[in-house]
């Protein structure tokens, strides 16, 4: 089972303003000619691939306050804060990282994607957790924000696997441990 961590960035590498505002996502639809654009079918169908999301407490809070995308699919919410889950599709969790990928998610799903926060993917990268890194850059300058991985992590090489730029001006890289 394989772990994507998936984030989002603009070029100068953060993932949202210090107040977690992310309308720069927000871009105008056609900047890019020769890239390429989904359609709402392909969207869908690679959405459906996607088994299960992990995310940090603030990446939860935030998705409940933009309408949360992730429709029924399942979400673990790693956090040490007591709350209820807001849909029947979350898991709470607190404990161990390599426990909740080999005893949680493992012998449950086949298509994990590590959607945010920043702290929560830098430790699941120190522990080695990452199998695949899918980041897609805006094309937007913040200037200051929330970094891209909150902090540094190890030197590593990683493998590009793909490169896909899209009509809106994004170009999406994928990346492999193997």
């Not at 992310?22 to 690679?46: I, K, N, Q, R």
């Not at 970094?147 to 590009?160: C, S, T, Y």
């Amino acid at each position: 089972m394989p772990i994507t961590l998936h984030m989002v960035a603009t070029l100068d590498g953060f993932i949202a303003r210090k107040n977690n505002d992310v309308s720069w996502l927000e871009t105008a639809e056609s900047v890019y000619e020769g890239g390429e654009a989904m359609s709402e079918e392909e969207v869908a169908a690679f959405i459906k691939s996607i088994d299960c999301y992990v995310m940090g407490s603030r990446t939860y809070e935030h998705a409940l306050e933009i309408g949360w995308p992730y429709g029924d699919t399942p979400v673990v919410v790693v956090t040490s804060r007591e709350w209820p889950a807001a849909r029947k599709s979350i898991e709470l969790y607190s404990g161990d990282l390599k426990a909740l990928v080999e005893t949680k998610l493992a012998p449950r799903y086949r298509n994990v994607w590590l959607v945010g926060g920043a702290m929560l993917c830098r430790r699941f990268l120190e522990l080695g957790l990452v199998d695949e890194i899918n980041l897609k850059i805006a094309p937007s300058l913040l200037g200051e924000g929330l970094r891209l991985f909150d902090g540094p992590v190890a030197a590593e090489r990683w493998n590009l696997k793909n490169v896909v730029a899209y009509k809106n001006g994004f170009v999406e890289l994928s990346y492999s441990t193997r």
